[in-house]
Nanobody, 122 residues
Framework: QVQLVESGGGLVQAGGSLRLSCAASGRTFDISDMGWFRQAPGKEREFVTAINWSGDSTDYSDSVKGRFTISRDYGKNTVYLQMNNLKSEDTAVYYC???????????????WGQGTLVTVSS
């Protein structure tokens, strides 16, 4: 089993920044690619971003491209999501996800964290 634990959520004003972290533990050799989904109040979960094993390939949804950056630290088994120029529509629970391919991470990831709430006030 792989466990994903997110941290770093909170309340921020529009235009501000936050950095989310996701620490993986357990059978981490069972996963390669990681990413983030989010779910806003009253809406379905949506893909945000993904990063491959080597860290040299990333995907972003159009709604966050140019504002969010995903990165990973192999030594710490941790993935980060740097969120800049936050907007009220970014308010959501953010979930860290993992699987064995970037396509799987971006569509139907097998492993999910418990989520961390990000609230952007306007």
């Amino acid at each position: 089993q792989v466990q994903l634990v997110e941290s770093g959520g909170g309340l921020v004003q529009a235009g501000g920044s936050l950095r989310l972290s996701c620490a993986a533990s357990g059978r981490t050799f069972d996963i390669s690619d990681m990413g983030w989904f989010r779910q806003a109040p009253g809406k379905e979960r949506e893909f945000v971003t993904a990063i491959n094993w080597s860290g040299d390939s990333t995907d972003y949804s159009d709604s966050v491209k140019g504002r969010f950056t995903i990165s990973r630290d192999y030594g710490k088994n941790t993935v980060y999501l740097q969120m800049n120029n936050l907007k009220s529509e970014d308010t959501a629970v953010y979930y860290c996800v993992a699987d064995r391919s970037r396509v799987a991470v971006a569509t139907t990831p097998k492993i999910w964290g418990q989520g961390t709430l990000v609230t952007v006030s306007s």
